[in-house]
């Protein structure tokens, strides 16, 4: 039995072009990546449905999802029940004589990569490929998380790229087919800036938002993050479900440390590029493969700026409940810390454009990892705090503004001991443009009290200057 056609569907229509037209050519074999919830399997299911599609190959057209099973046996065996046989001995042979006496056929193999990524399957499931794609009149599409297409097949070019987010206004049309458009935009954007325009997470937002309102899906988000989205019982209607089946792969599991990575990429809504990667010295073994990794398995991207990045809904997944280890944190910081350090010591002098660029490029990194490391359970938090102020520089000299962050370091102020790191502060406080200081005349009291107890004229005179 088919499935149904999907009733919303947006965004798409250039890859469901592109694959019709790789499916006029002589033996089509083509495979339709990308993260989970990006829509392959929603795309194969239009394909399957369309009238250039049922015109060709009328009723032998067959889409199997494959999420259940987990060998090269069960597979067949499924593809047998599809077609109409009652297998026998040798199952194999069997379905693939059915298929070649058959008339031109359409074959589809959904979520197929939990069987092809497993190590003891691997290898068997290329073969079953490579047996089905010596039918001439067979035309073959898979759908797969990640961005790898197995061996042994010859796939139809030009290969199309894994899927990526939708644009800004298919998502709108998305959402509003689901949930009307009686709701304020800037709302709905906000409500669509969770979900990185991620067809699966807008498609259960929109529904929660249709019963709840935009304003109580809002701040349910504060409070529960992506298990708002995670009530249902399979992949299409639990976000944390197929989000769970994406870390089960087992290319994570043969390089664990792939997933440490991940779990600090959920920090970083900038991304890490690979000189960060590389030159922060995070103790992981092998980072580039790592990265290479989580690439293949579309857990992670590289965006326009060649920037490694995670989608938002997955950023707060793993926040949720895959946090990093505190030395690999503290790692990535003190790599950041020392850039800003670089930044403060050749102030006024000749910066360099390359020190800028990236800082400028991971500043909603650093604040969050300083925000992190002015927790008091962590160490090394006087670095950290002069780190923030050292941020807080930064902003004004690339007229950026204040860095929020040196507003929240007003509390723990009395307990600094450090006399020098306070005037500091104060002096960075005093400076704010955007962000209320409490009792400043008692701040500016405390400075001149410590301007009379340390030697650094250079910090003085920035104090007095205010």
Known sequence: MLPSEPKIFHGRESEVSDILDLLKAKTPRIAILGAGGMGKSSIARVLLHHPAITATYQQNRFFIGCGSTTTKLE??????????????????????KHLSN???????????????????????????????????????????????????????????????PLDQK???????????????????????????????????LAHLVDSEGCSNVLLRWEKEKTSVISEGFDKRSNLNLSISLSLSSSRIKLLPQSQELLSLLGMLPDGLSDVDLVQSKLPLKHPLKCKAVLMSTALAYSDENKQLKVLMPIREYIQQYQRPEDQLVHTLLKHFQDLLHLFVQYLGTESSPSTVRRIKSNFANIQNLLRWGLQGKHTHLLDNIRSVCHLNRFTRATNQGSAHLIGEIQHPL??????????????????????????????????????EHIDDPKLKCMFNAQ
């Not at 068997?124 to 047996?131: K, N, R, T, Y």
């Not at 689901?178 to 979900?195: G, N, Q």
């Not at 009395?414 to 306070?422: A, N």
């Open 75 to 96: 597979l067949v065996s499924l593809i047998g029940t599809h077609i109409g046989l009652k297998l026998g001995k040798d199952p194999i042979q069997e379905v693939l």
């Open 102 to 164: 058959n008339p031109p056929s359409l074959l589809i193999l959904d979520e197929l990569e939990m069987l092809w990524e497993s190590a003891e399957s691997r290898g068997d499931i290329e073969e079953l490929l490579s047996l089905l794609t010596d039918i001439n009149h067979l035309a073959l599409m898979i759908t797969m998380r990640g961005a790898e297409r197995p061996a042994k097949v010859q796939w139809t070019r030009p290969f199309l790229l894994p899927l990526k």
């Open 170 to 204: 298919a998502a709108r049309l998305t959402f509003t087919d689901i949930a009307d458009d009686r709701h304020d935009l800037d709302e709905v954007d906000k409500i669509l800036s969770l979900t990185d325009n991620m067809p699966l997470a807008i498609n259960l």
């Open 414 to 451: 009395p307990h600094l001991g450090d006399q020098q790191l306070q005037l500091y502060v104060i002096t960075e406080l005093l400076r704010l443009s955007n962000y209320p200081v409490h009792d400043p005349e008692a701040l500016i009291a405390r400075g001149l009290e410590y301007c």
